[in-house]
Each structure stands twice: as C-alpha cells, then as structure tokens.
C-alpha cells in the first residue's frame, strides 16, 4: 500500500516540477534535470520503499546543516552552540544579512547561512573533513557519499556571499575560527554527493531517536536530536518553514540541490529528490510529494484532520 | 504524582517571577501582583488538577488570538483567512511593523498584532462580540469569563500602536472593514477575562482535536484544531517561540496579561497565570514551569530526551 | 535673454512628462493633465518672468512642508521643533515607516511626512488653519492661495498611511496634541491650491533671507529661512534630494501636486507646475527644467561647472 | 582676526573633547591623545593661518574617499561612477550594510564605506597606489604624506566589516575586479598620514574650483570639484550630515582619525586635527570649533543668520 501511495507521489507531484527551475546562483547545480523525482522511504520496522530516481546522486547543499549541527551538539554542547546562535526562525530568506544588521549580534538559528557558517566555526577546530565525511556516510547509511568536487570548486568560485556572511560574523566576534577554514568546511559539507535514500537512511536514524535500526548502536543522542527535529520543523524549510508546518506537519530540511530531508517522527525518515526549486529554494515537487504523501499517510505532528465539520455554532 | 509535580513546579518556578515585570505599556495591567502563580493541568483520562493561582481571573490579552482564528477559520475558511495573512514566524517582536514595510504586502501570522488585527478585519462583520464571548465560555468551558471593562477601557486609550497598524493595513488594502470597528471587536477580545482554568480547558479541547470531553460534541473542526496548534507551535511565545520550541516542545500561546494556554496533543491542556513577564513579554515563571513539566512528565512532542549518551565516535 | 531659457526650458522638457505619470493615490490628484508645465522665475532685481501654465492653479501637496517649518520655527523655537525631529535625509521614501521603526524615535526630518506630521502636531494647538491660510497669501504673495475643497476631501478619504504614522507618533509620545486635528491640519495645508507664480514669489521670499521685496518688510526670521533652505537642500526632493543636489544644486521641494519651489540664494525665486511623477514623486519634467536652468543661467550652489578639463595627471 | 578667531575656536572647543573617545575599532587608532587639536585656514587671498596641534600627523582614514573619489571622477568619468553607486544620504552609519540588504543595487553614495570601496574597485585597476600617494600629496600640497605602516597593518588586521561590505558588492556584481586588492588599495587610502596643514590645502583647492593657488593650474576639473562638494554637504559627516549642514553649513569630510576637512566655497579651505570623537564618528571639539567659525566668520552656504527678529505675524 505504501508502494502506491508513493507512486501515487510521483505521478501528482512530477508536473509541478514544471512550475519551478534549478537553482542558478551555484553554476554547477544548474546542469541539473528538473524533470528527475524520486522518494525512499524507510519504516522504523524495517520496510524500505523507493520509486523514481532515488538511486541519482545530487549535492546534499543545505540539507548538511543537520549533519553540521548534530555533529556540533555532540561535540561542542547545547550550550556552547547556542551561546551565539539563536533558535529562532528568522522570516528572513536563507541568505540574508539583514537581521545581523538590525536587530541581534547573532545569527537567527543553524539553518540558514549565517547561523550554519557560525555553527562550522566552532566545529573545524575539533573535527577534519574526512571525520565528518565518515560520520555522514553511518548517519546516512550509505558508504557511496563523497565530496563532489566539481560543486565543490563550482561553489568556493562562487561564494561572495558567504564569504560577506562570515566576515561579518568575524567582525561580531562569533567566529573565532580563521574564517577562509571555516568557509571551507562549510562549502565541502555543502558539496557531499547523496541520494534520496541517504536521506531516507538519515531520516530514519532520527525518527529512532539517534539509535541505528540494524546496529542498534546510540549513534546521536537523544538530546541532540530532539533538538535537531524542533529545528528543523520551525525552521527547516527556509521562510517557507511555517506554511510548510501547518499543511504538511513533517520536520524537514531541504537543499537547493532539490533534497528534502524529512523525519515521521517514531515511524519512518523520508528522501526526495527533486531539483526543481520554488521561489523560497525548496524542491517544489518534493513538498507537493510530502503534502499529498502526509495526508494519505497520516503524518502531520497534528493529527490528519479528517476534515470533520465543526459544531461550535450556537 | 501530577499533583505533587505541579506542586513542585510552583515551588521552583515562583521566585523566577522576582527576575521578571507585569506588563506596564496598558496601565491597567500594571496593577497586577508579579508574585502570583497558578498551574491548571486537565487531562484527557478526566483527572483535573491546580495549584496556586488558578481561579485568580485576569486578561487573556493574546491568547484570544487562538480563539479569534479558530473562529475565522470555522466562519471564513482556510483560503480565506491565509490570502491575506502568513502562517510564518516573524522573528520580529508582536508589535512590530517592521516586515510590513520591508518584506511584503501581508502580516506575516495571525498570533502577532498586525496578523490578529487582520483576521479581526475578517470576522468582525460576521459575528458580534458577544457571539464571541459566548463561544469562548463554550471553548473555555467557562461560564465567568465576561468582559473586564477597566481593563478595555484603559486598552482603547492606549491603542496607537495598534492603530497605526490598522491603519497600515488598511492603506494596503488588508482590512476592507471599518478600522475603528475592528480595533474595538480586537481590544474586547484581548479585554476577556479568564482564569488558569479556562486555559487549561480550551488546552484540552484543542488536544482531542476539537471534541468536549464531557458532551462528546466536536465543537471545532479536526482541520481548525490541527492549524492552530502547528500556529501555536511555531508561533505562539512572541520571538521566543522557537527556542520554547526547542526547550519546552509543547504548543503554546502567551499572552501579556501573565497567561500561557498550552496543549500537550492528545493528552492534556495546561493553563498557566503568572504575570510577571520577561523581556519577550511571556510570562517569565510560566515558561519555568512549562519547561519542568515537560521535563517530569515527558511532555516534549520530540521526545523526552532522557540524556543517553550517543556512541558516535569513531 | 532669461526669457528665451524659460522658452526654451519649457520646450525641452515637455517631452519628459510623457514619461512619468500623475499622482493616483489621491483620486482627486489623479484628474491632473501631465502635459501641463510653466516656470516662474522672479528676480531680486524686480525681474519677473513666467512661461507655459504659470497661472494654473494646483495641489501644494508637501511644498507645504515648507511653509508649515517655517512658521513652526518662528512660533515654537528652534529647540523645540528639532527636539524630537531630525534633520537628516532619511534615504528611504516619502512615506515610510521603516526608520521610525528599526532606527530612532524620532522622525529624520521635517521633509517627510512623518516630520512634517510632527511639527503639525506642534503647531496646530498654537494657530488656526484660517491664520495659516493668511500667512501663506502673505509669504507667496498671492492673495489667490485657497483650499481646494474637492482635494481635501478625497485626500482626507485617503489617508490611513498618514493615519497609521500619526498614531505611531503619538504611541512613541512625539505627537501629544489630538491625533485627528493634527491630521487634519496636515491634510488642510497639503490642500492649498497655488500656481507656478505663488511658488516663485515664495522662492524670492527665501532667496532674501525672508525680506518681503516690495514692502521691505522682514516677514521671516533668517535663522528661520537658513535652517529652511539646508534641510530643502539636504532633504527636500524625497530620496532623490542627493542626486538633485549634485545635478542642479538649488535648494528645492516639489509636492506631489507636480509643483517645485527653488531658491537660487540672494538671487532668486523659481516656481514650476508639471504634474507628471517620476518615481520618487518629483515633477519628471520640473526636474528636467531646473538642470537646464541651473546650467544655462549658473544656479548650482557650488559653481556652474563650465566643463574645463583638469591637469591632474603626472 | 582671523588668527585671534582661531584661538577662541580652540579655547572654547578644547573641553568638548573631554566628552568623546578615540576610535577604539582600529588599535593603532586608539593611541591617539584626545586632547589634541589643531586648525588651519588658508584663505584664497593668501593669508595661512594655524593654531594648535596643525603640524601632528594623523590618519586621514575616510577624508581619503574625498581623494579617492575626486580621482575616479577624472579618470573613470562621472557616468561610470554613478552607474552603480548613488548619490543619495543613507540615513545609516558609515559602516552599515542595511541599505545594501534591504533597499537596491548599489551603496548609496561614495561617502561612505561601501560606496567607496566600489569606487576603490573602479579605480585599482587604472592606477597604483603609488601614484595616488603622488597625487595625494600634491592635491594637499604636503610632501610630507606618506603611508603610516602602523595604522595599514592594524587596519589590515582588524578589517572584516569592510570585508564583508566588499564581498557583498562582489556578490551583487559591483566590484568586479579583485576584492582583495581592492581592499588594500582602500585600507592603504585610509592610511595616509597627514596633518590639519595638509586638510587646508586641499581644502582651499576644492574652494578654487580644482586651481591650485599657487601654481595657477587646473588640477581638478570644476565639474569633479563641484560634485565632490555637493556629496560633502549633503553626506560628508556620516550620518550626522543634515544637522552639520543645518547648523554650520560648510561642505566639510570627516574621518575617525580626527580629521575633518571643509570647505568654504571661493573663500578658503579649513583643516582639523581633533582625535576625540562622538557617537557618529565624527571630531567632536572639530565640529564645535567649526560651529564657532561658521558663527564669527560667517561661513554658512545659506548666509550668515544674525539673530533678527520675523515680522510675520499678523
């Protein structure tokens, strides 16, 4: 039955793809298919279910502030990490300056830019690149992830806008770390190679609470991830995060390489790919997918509101 | 043992109350007694609890935002009420004016002034006031609620700054209603006067999806319910929503009178009076006590977090 | 000869109108015919010169702003008008609310509505809009200033962004007089109806440091002209003051109405009536005219700039 | 009298310093003593006139972009200047990046820190920074200038807001040559050294319309010199412009060093050397000193003002 559905998925959610374009601002990811869409999802009692093109690798882009933030928390500390990042939903677009400027000295939260540039700031210093390369392959359960090295030069050519981001940061005194490092890490996690089943492997892993179904292994506390999946729902969409909650109702996170990450929680994780992004930077057949995905499976936080009519009048 | 853990969390949450200040930019507010506390906790199995303060009647300020959008939800439907209003935090605190002048032609949700005002623009040709105040005796299952008159009249002479933004919704075409009717039909919902216990049994309401557990009757819509928890999840401490997100987990709206309405799905609703209030203008020995309980009780919608260690390393 | 640049200013400039549009947010503004356009210019030595649509009157709309200043600096002080209004460009539109907001709790300056509101605010407990209405004849000379009833009435219709600033004023206690007069005074005196003439006859006014020419008589401070030809300098062609100030280089202020008042120091008043907009809400023909003027006849505040190559080079 | 003018200047100017700080951002900055300070006025007859600390040197920090720009005008011509920098008073402080974020394309005008650094990035290219040392020196007529190695290694240390600023421009397609080298050549700008002697050089140049006095030849061209005073009135004392314009009335340039260089069209040229500054970065015993010398001399552009009584009253 989950089969259909997700077929079902598919078939609804493919013509929106029309509607939206891949992302531009990295040259890179422009080559990409916007017609490609595939779904993994994986059940916490061990049912694994994938249509379209979930085998595809894409650049993991924003998705990887969830590896970077869960990897810190364990790391650094609750603490620590939120000494200078905030928790809260910005309103703003991902990439913006603006409430650096007016209102705080510090980034809004860890997943947007400036918070995630902080969050890598703290996080270079303790751990190298090929650690957390490792530690992204058992997340995700999938040993094919690797740096993708043409997104990776394509992005580093391509990246004043960070670099403004992290100076910034610099001059408020949150990063600390030497900021060229810093941004570094941050670009090379940005430009890690998965696939909708790595996601629907890591997704899997939080709805668990951080214990890896096959091992059994406490591979992220649950701390940490009670703390990421929070996140994620009030903030994991980008300035699209809140309308996202009410109609959908799933912690996610997506990726301007058209990856959504998604977590039912105690059920199942879920993966998309889908590189067609709406105007927010979201992969618009992969909410369309999620959408119709939450309400024939009943996977709101919320409840699956019936559409039972009230009785409240006098 | 819930008894002796809401005693418990008065007894570590009162002297929060002396870091904090009641509300003072509405005169009447300010006469209020910063050191009361009162916790009402009802559950979804019938057990009814309180300590402290809970039969103490005070004004429900923005906590009547839930009950005016559950309203328009019902009366106006979902389209109507999100054409014109967001559904995302602001990162901005509840009065500001701000996003409506740099972002976008709309408030950006309905638990901030500017998005309340506009659904109050909505209703208020549709419904009298007191419709509306019998319904929420209905919703509370409170009969005392009425009208605090000292407290309306000193809000209308002191209303500029909402009515400087009803005046800016009105020049974007927002509110097509007459402004000062829809500031009056707004203040008088802020104006309601409820006690802990109201709080806790419109919580509980909203925690079995809108059926009255005494009548059995569905009072509102499962998909009304579903859209105001998430809004109340994402958006209902004011600028600190996503960090009570975060720490506390429970959908929660505040309001500055010293109220926290609070709705633990499925299984219970809390009410909480304690007008001391921090920077944010939620109640400063609430939010303590909020963040026990879900600590004690395991109230967390992502988990209790019982600080197992992960085994991530290497 | 100054008579043939009028000419030929006139005829150089009418094409512009067909590039910008009447003002519409006032419907009354919007009947205007934007190929109308007269320039007065009076002279310090008796000269008067006037081509096109001198004699045709129209909105003073903000060149209000200057008369309202000056008369409230002469009445109130100095100190007291600058004590909770700045004198800064603000760099953002006329009617903003942003800077109110992000920056300061003051308006920047006198030139926008929200200063121009406050010193409303100031002046209308202390004279009547009769009174104002007489000193306006008296300062343009012209005995023909009235107000135009059918703009005051539909801009009355249509004011709740200057509503919505007002109250904000006032909930920030800049404005302590009653909101509602206070709006209408502004409104009133932005109602006047003036022509090309009434505006050079004001200019020649200022021009002479506030000495009536025909009867000698010193109707205005010079403090009160010096601080009013600055901030017309700085401040007076909205956000495109500082580009107008670089290209012609004569302290000015235009209204919505189509009309501008320039001051070309000790030498002359000019008035010019063309109610096509550019953007900014500048008069798009009146623009192109002042720079004709200001080159052919020498007016730039800082030279007339005869285009001699420097000798810089090593 | 002139001379005994001066000396009243510092007498009564000195303990204003005692109400401001050295700039503190830049180390090297921060050594500086507050209680220096010095005038010199060159008049256009001849005269030279000196008092206080006038033969310290000092860093002329943002006075530098009065060089810089006047310099780009002459070689990259006006249009290309202007294409994507404005010139319009930002209402922000120097070193902001709102306007950047929230308004347009382009910094708002060449005065402050973006702006010139996008003029920087324009001008780089065309010419070394040894050659902009040489004109440097003979625009002041001070063969003295040199590059304070201290100040550009401690400002090339502590320099990631004007990092950031240039990254930003990068990303918006403004600087398109090297961020980097266009960086050193505005840091090392920034850290000429001059004295208050140097200023009023310059000063009297700019008042001459681009003529050095002495050798009788055009340096400048007027259009340049015209356009680089006209952006000194309107933005030259960051954002505290208007109110200098208001009150003193001289096209003038300010820097943290202490510096600030006016301008008294056709009549002289006034440098300053005063470390101590205010809030807004400017000299505060400097605008004191200028306020006073604007009074007594009768300097204002919009004349003089001597205190007469209106006669407007009915």
Do not use: W
Not at 96 to 107: D, G, R, V, W, Y
Not at 155 to 181: F, M, P
Not at 245 to 259: M, N, T, W
Request: aromatic share 6%.
């Amino acid at each position: 039955m989950i089969q259909s559905v997700l077929e079902n998925a598919i078939k609804i959610s493919r013509p929106e793809a029309l509607k939206g374009e891949v992302a531009s601002y990295i040259p890179e990811l422009g080559k990409a298919d916007r017609r490609q869409l595939g779904i993994s999802l994986f059940s916490a009692d061990g049912g694994r279910f994938s249509v379209g093109d979930t085998k595809v690798r894409f650049s993991i882009q924003s998705i990887s502030k969830v590896i970077t933030l869960a990897v810190a928390l364990e790391r650094c500390g609750f603490d620590r990490i939120f000494e200078n990042v905030g928790m809260e939903p910005s309103g703003d677009s991902f990439n913006s300056l603006i409430k650096l400027e007016t209102c705080s000295s510090h980034p809004f939260n860890p997943m947007i830019n400036s918070g995630a540039i902080a969050v890598a700031g703290y996080l270079e210093p303790l751990i190298s690149f090929e650690e957390m390369l490792s530690l992204s392959r058992k997340l995700c359960r999938d040993e094919g992830i690797v740096l993708d090295e043409k997104v990776y030069g394509s992005e580093s050519d391509h990246n004043s806008r960070n670099r403004a981001i992290a100076y910034l940061l610099e001059n408020k005194g949150i990063i600390q770390n030497d900021v060229e490092r810093t941004l570094d890490f941050y670009v090379k996690m940005c430009s890690l190679s998965v696939t909708a089943e790595s996601l629907a492997g890591l997704g899997l892993l939080l709805a668990q609470n951080g214990v890896d179904r096959e091992s059994g292994k406490q591979l992220l506390s649950p701390d940490t991830v009670r703390t990421v999946k929070t996140i994620m729902f009030t903030c994991g969409m980008y300035d699209g995060s809140g309308a996202f909650a009410v109609r959908v109702g799933i912690p996610s996170k997506s990726g301007v390489g058209g990856g959504i990450l998604s977590v039912v929680d105690g059920r199942m994780g879920i993966g998309i790919f889908g590189p067609s992004l709406d105007a927010k930077g979201n992969s618009i057949a992969g909410k369309k997918a999620l959408e119709y995905l939450s309400e024939k499976l009943g996977l709101h936080m919320f409840g699956a509101g019936q559409k039972t009519e009230g009785e409240m009048e006098e």
